[in-house]
Structure formats: C-alpha cells, structure tokens
C-alpha cells in the first residue's frame, strides 16, 4: 500500500524555516539580502527576470553526483550513473552532468536527441521505456546507443525484426517486474504485478534463452526499476535479491549475463524525513550484485537534481475569508503539478530579510489557475506577506519544469543556473520566460474560416 499523501498527515509536524534552510546546504539566510541559493540572492535574480522562474544550482548537483560516485565506489561497487533525463531534461544541466561521467537513461527520441545535443555520447546512452515506437527504436539503432531496455516480449520480437532488417544488432537487457511494492505513492510505483512495467519474474528465464536465439539480439543482461521517491532500502534490497538470483539462474541454464541496470528511485528529505543516503544504497547494490562480476548501472533523477532546484514566485494579492486566508501567487498548477497530481509537500518559504524572520500563521497557498487542484499548500505556516512579496517553493528541480504546460495561455516560466566559473556572471539564463505569442506562433487558421 502506498505512503498517505504528506500534506494531511499532521502540520504541526512541517519543518520550520529555519530547519527547511538548514537542511538545504545550497541555501542560506542573509540579513539584508534575504534568502540566497549557493551565495546569490533570489531577490536579484527576480528583479533582473521577473517571477515565476525556475532557479538551479550547479555546485548543489555537481556535489551530489560526487557523493554518490563516491559511494558507490567506497563499496567496491564501480557502477555507472546514468541521469533519468525525465527528471529534468535541460540542456545545461545534462552538459554539467556529462561533464561530471553521467550517462543518460531516456525514454524517448525526444530524450535522446536532447542528450546528445548537451554532448553525452551514444555509448553512454541507455533507452528505457514501455512503449518505444518502431521510430525510436530505429534512431537508436542508427544512433550506436549503448542498450536497450525491453519491457515485453512484443517489444523484442518487435526490436529483433528492426535490428535485423538494419543489419544492426541491439544490446538487450530485460527489464524484470519483481512484484515488489516501493511503499510509494500509487502514481510512480513501477515494480508491483499489477504495474505496466516489465517482464513478469517468472517469464523471465525463459524470454532471457529465447532473446539469445533471436537475430539482431545480443542479451547482455538484466533491468529493474521499482519506483520513484522509495524512503526505505527494503524495497531495494529485496528487488536487488531477486535479480541477482535471476542472474545465477540464467548463468546456470548457460546464457551470458554481463550487466545489471539497477534503476533508480532514492527518495529526498521534501519534508526534512529520514531517508536513505547513498552509501545505504551503495550497501544495498553491493550486497546484491558485488560477487556477481557485473556490470552495474543505475539511473537516478530525482535524487540528483531535485534539491538542488526551486521555483521563485511573487505574490499577487493576500484574500481573506473570516479567519482564512488565502496567498495567492504568480506561479501555478502549471509550473508546478505535482502538489496537483501526487498531493506532494514542497517546503515554502519567504525570500524577502523581514519575512523570513517574521512570526508565521497558517495560510493556503495558491496560484491563480481556474482549478480548485491549484494549491501548493493547506494550512500552511507562512509570514504575512505582502503583495509583491517573493517565495521560494523548494525541492522543485526534479519533475517541475519538465512537466509544466501553458495551461489557461499562462507562458512557461524563465529558467536560471547559478554557479558561474571564476570571473563570470554568478548566474545564467538558461532559457528566457516564453513570449506570449510564442504559444500560437506555430498554429494556423483555416482559409475557409475566412
């Protein structure tokens, strides 16, 4: 059964300001600038851009790929990071993590295309995915990517015929549903029997022989992927046990298995929760696969980039009713769905010196989407701002931007990279607010609408 969704669970238990902050090493409070991410003031960057605008740190995501390489290799473990591109797809930030030895995990052309545009090699390219159109699954070919995760064994009699008549043939590595519950919400739980994901366990010997004798198929090893947000390594260890008792099996029916694609899905403190570090997972995989002699990979996102992002909003005007009230902010549902979609909790907190050191009181905090859904926040503790005064949404750099839209012909917001080199500007427009006739500049109307 998945977690309650953590809005409701108890207010009095949010972490207060002060604690959001302290736990957040890229931010920091300043007397008179008030709120800074990695030593810029969030003020500056909205006075220059407007709101809302999505803020990114690099040393926050470079110092978090470090720690889990570091992990990982300090358990004898030397797997590779490949970044789930799906977590935040920009092109700055796939260079800076190419730039650190991160592979991508896609799911899309789309993805891929955009993965090679930031500079990462097809070798360190991995296509994962449940429903990968005969399209794609040429263009990865042609492309020279390094596997190809297959979900089903439609989608390899699907691929081997494509690789085949290509004169191609395709790196393979079954994704295996363990039927295992992440304990996470509903919505992005991948691993359990009823899921769409994967190749049920028991099927999987048998379609891992059959991939073997396919032209255009190379078999090179196994997948799994549980969900996403997992707070607890249980879970990971027990998925991991029985893929690496896949492995012995196979191996003992005589098959070739040289690779173990060990997902992702570490959860991050929104809440300031006890959640599992790297070397925990680092524990978990060696456990599992260190006296196997594979190849390990996995593919984090959330963990690696959503701390280190926030979305920057103003409030347009504070509505009261009776002992309600009501902050309503520039930013929306929009921007930022997942408080919509998951009921997910996101820290909040003033920008401005005075408000983050003013007394609180509870607040629903809103945006102005024609949706009820259009609340990031109930009965939330929040300074008396006043109109024109900046928040920060915080842990908003994984699934935030990549799932934003122009609901109600509201322009996607600015984008922003902080972490200039040494004589540089301390922060970087990664991709300017949309124009308001951007939207409908790709559309036409018919002559005979007249």
């Known amino acids: 059964m998945a977690h309650s969704p953590d809005p409701s669970v108890d207010p009095s238990s949010d972490p207060s300001v002060g604690e959001l902050i302290a736990a957040r090493p890229m931010l920091a409070r300043h007397a008179m600038d008030g709120l800074l991410i990695e030593g810029v003031p969030l003020a500056a960057i909205a006075a220059a851009l407007g ?5 990114y740190g690099a040393g926050t995501i470079r110092a978090r790929y470090r720690a889990l390489a570091a992990a990982l290799d300090a358990a004898g473990l030397p797997a590779h990071i490949h970044f789930a591109v799906k977590a935040n797809d920009r092109l700055a930030i796939l260079r800076l993590l190419g730039a650190e030895g991160a592979g991508a995990d896609v799911v899309s052309l789309g993805e891929i295309a955009r993965a090679r545009a930031a500079g990462i090699a097809p070798a360190h390219i991995v296509f994962s995915g449940v429903g990968k159109t005969p399209a794609e699954l040429r263009a990865a070919l042609a492309a020279g990517i390094a596997q190809i995760n297959v979900e089903s064994a439609e989608e390899l009699d699907m691929l081997g015929a494509i690789a085949a008549g290509m004169g191609r043939v395709a790196k393979v590595a079954l994704r295996v549903n363990p039927d295992i519950d992440a304990g996470t919400h509903a919505k992005i739980s991948t691993g359990r029997a009823r899921d769409k994901f994967g190749i049920p ?5 048998a379609l891992y022989a059959r991939a073997a004798g396919l032209a255009g198929i190379e078999p090179v090893g196994l997948a799994v992927h549980i969900g996403s947000q997992i707070r607890d390594l249980a879970p990971f260890r027990a998925a991991y046990g029985r893929i690496a008792a896949l492995v012995r099996a196979l191996r ?3 098959q070739t ?4 694609d060990a997902g992702g899905g570490l959860g991050i403190p929104y809440r300031n929760e006890p959640v599992p ?3 925990g997972l680092a524990g978990a995989l060696a456990g599992a696969f260190g006296e196997l002699d594979v190849r390990v990979m996995i593919e984090p996102g959330r963990w690696l980039v959503g701390p280190a992002g926030l ?6 005007l504070v509505k009261r009713d009776g002992d ?3 902050v309503v902010l520039d930013a929306a549902m929009n921007d930022l769905v997942r408080p919509a979609m998951y009921e997910s909790w996101h820290g909040i907190i003033p920008v401005g010196a005075a408000d983050l050191v003013a ?7 809103v945006g102005p989407v024609c949706e009820s859904g259009d609340t990031f926040a109930r009965d939330r503790a929040l300074a008396p701002v006043a109109p024109g005064a900046l928040v920060a949404i915080l842990d908003a750099g994984a699934y935030g931007v990549v799932m934003s839209s122009a609901y109600n012909a509201r322009p996607h917001a600015a984008e922003v990279l902080v972490g200039g080199a040494a004589g540089n500007a301390p922060w970087s427009v990664i991709r300017p607010r949309e124009a308001l006739e951007a939207q409908w500049r790709d559309e036409t109307i018919p002559d005979w609408l007249g």
């Open 51 to 55: 709101t809302p605008t999505w803020v």
């Open 201 to 205: 366990y028991a099927q999987a010997a």
């Open 252 to 254: 003992a029916a005589g």
């Open 257 to 260: 298995v040289r690779v173990v």
């Open 277 to 279: 570090s790297p070397e």
């Open 311 to 316: 979305l920057l909003a103003s409030v347009v």
């Open 324 to 326: 309600a009230r009501f």
């Open 359 to 365: 007394q609180a009181s509870p607040a629903d905090i």
